[in-house]
DNA sequence: CTGTTAGCGCTTTCAC
DNA sequence: GTGAAAGCGCTAACAG
């Protein structure tokens, strides 16, 4: 199905006027005396006009889209990332198009290539677990394409990049469970070759160097998923690897080994306390509830999105630039050992 | 910052031919010479050459854009489904632009004049919470733009639905907790103008009646959210109106319930048992997990893109199609009073 | 004050 | 087998 749209021909025709003076009076050009302007915009109005935006894109040479690529939008941290760049795009005539790359850099590249194809004024990018090597992403600076990276960044690239303070939220993390009385903490942690959970694990390491705990390798496992947390939460059981504490990257690892705990009868925050990481609405809902670093998604998305517009407006490529935001530790019951002072 | 893209222009200024001409050797026509094609085929590789969509889209009429509008992307259910009409819409040369209502019929109504203005092939909707008026959605189909709603659909209006059984993942659901021995199920529901919640009740309503149970308008109660779950379960305790049982609309607010529940001392489920809708991730990591009435988003993603893409190549307008898929319950501890056989 | 013309990148008759 | 020209919708330099 075809949809005829009106155009500023059918308007001039209509009107007896060439299209360019109708096109001047409906942009108030103060060359077109008042009765023209008026009549122009007033059927303009009663045929309910709007000027095509691929016309537009063509002549201008900018499409106003900006290509979002994020692991998978069925996370809620970057569900709520999309919510802030889509508010600042559409404050400023900008429209997103969106495509996940599943967390694999296959797809990643392929869908990335798709956005450039599609000629958009810049891209959003918040990078897949697996990704290892960055020629897709070189060639857009390469080309000079105005990229940002959000949340997982592409590190050694001298792109913009917006985070949050991971080091700072993992070390209050941290800090927070010592204070707690823990004395063995386990780390659960994402991919290395993502800067992010580099940062959680090095925040961790310094609270505990901090605190004069020692670092212990057995303790810090790797598990990024509901399934691997209680996996690897199981084996430490097991093994009868001491611990009384989990941090962990996300809190859907950390649900994963509250399940486990509670399958092998160990009370959190007693025997084991637990952070997360993420503060999603199911940390609330959990029993007991989720302590955890909040990051603003939101706002990451309104920060990514401005850097973003900085770029595409700018006459030259602009140096990168390095936001951060800061992480905020909720504390809730999973790591609350003082258990009066809970509501 | 403005990217220069290679053109045909380019190619044909490099190899001394015409425009016409490469256009063509670029898509095999048979007039062209094999050396003409190779040579146009290879410098057009080498210089990484790709049509512009904005000029294929002024002379084609096609955008290969379609809207998307959802009420929420942080809900995960709507999530899988973006998820799901990607999939297709990738595999078909679309590209999405997504937008967000924020529950809110103005902001709906300002977002969709937006996509149609953006000259998107096509529109996928689910309709906000709020909605009561379908002007907006009434016009794209006087202007015969092909439009899709799933899910939350507009009930009033000769469009093609998706959606999947309410009623039937409502009954099943209510049938389940009469099972487990409940004789007093209380229903959380959401707004009546959404078709989809008036279904669930309808269901929940027709297991009573089925089962011979009387259907007492006290627990029938306005609740679909984390935090009206918890008030109205508050308030039905504090207002001892027996209940043994509750269905939610939604996964979060039977966890808002179950909070409620065990602040009150209510064990669940041999006190009351809960069942939620979705199921989403969250269901599995309360305690205890939370039996749910599963929908496929990603199927529904599929149905939605797929009718929509017959829609836009059909020469005619097609007449409305009501695609209704399965939903399944799924039963896990917060309605399984037979605790022996939970693993 | 308004119309003519050219051009954004590409396809597609129509000529030669 | 290849090129010239027109046109998709719009803007803007250039004429009157």
Redesign the pocket.
């Known amino acids: 199905m075809k949809t005829q749209?009106v155009?500023?021909?059918n308007i001039a025709a209509e009107l007896?006027?060439?299209?360019?003076?109708v096109?001047?009076?409906?942009?108030d050009?103060p060359?077109?005396?008042?009765?023209?302007k008026q009549r122009t915009q007033a059927l303009a109005k009663q045929l309910c006009?709007t000027?095509?935006p691929?016309?537009?894109s063509?002549?201008s040479?900018r499409s106003y889209l900006v290509g979002v690529i994020v692991p998978e939008i069925a996370h809620y941290f970057f569900s709520t990332v999309i919510g802030g760049i889509e508010s600042v795009a559409d404050a400023c005539g900008y429209s997103l198009i969106l495509v996940q790359s599943g967390e694999q850099l296959s797809r990643e590249e392929k869908v990335l290539g798709h956005i450039v194809n599609l000629r958009v004024d810049g891209v959003l990018a918040s990078v897949s677990k697996e990704t290892n090597s960055y020629g897709h992403f070189q060639r857009l600076l390469d080309e000079r394409i105005p990229l940002v990276f959000f949340d997982r960044v592409a590190d050694s690239l001298d792109a913009t990049h917006v985070t949050v303070d991971d080091f700072r939220g993992a070390y209050d993390a941290t800090k927070h469970l010592i204070a707690q009385g823990c004395r063995s903490v386990a780390h659960f942690y994402g991919p290395r070759n993502r800067s992010i959970f580099r940062s959680r694990h090095d925040g961790y390491r310094q609270a505990l160097e901090d605190a004069g705990l020692p670092f212990r390798p057995q303790l810090v496992v790797e598990a990024d998923t509901l399934e691997k947390g209680t996996a690897q939460t199981e084996r430490l059981v097991q093994q009868r690897i001491a611990f009384d504490a989990i941090f962990a990257v996300n809190d859907f690892t950390a649900a994963g080994a509250m399940l486990a705990l509670r399958k092998a009868k160990l009370s959190v925050p007693h025997d084991v306390a637990v952070v997360g990481y993420t503060d999603a609405p199911t940390a609330k809902v959990l029993t007991p509830s989720l302590s955890s670093v909040h990051q603003s998604g939101f706002e990451m998305g309104q920060q990514a999105m401005k850097a973003l517009l900085r770029q595409i407006g700018a006459e030259d490529r602009l140096p990168a630039e390095r936001i951060v935001l800061p992480a905020q530790l909720v504390v809730r019951e999973s790591s609350l050992r003082d258990l009066v002072t809970i509501k």
Chains 1, 2 share one sequence.
């Not at 007896?16 to 003076?21: I, Q, R």
């Not at 060359?31 to 023209?36: A, E, L």
């Open positions: 749209h155009t500023i021909k007896g006027l060439s299209v360019s003076t096109s001047r009076a409906l942009k050009h060359d077109i005396s008042q009765t023209t006009y000027p095509n691929i016309a537009l063509l002549k040479q």
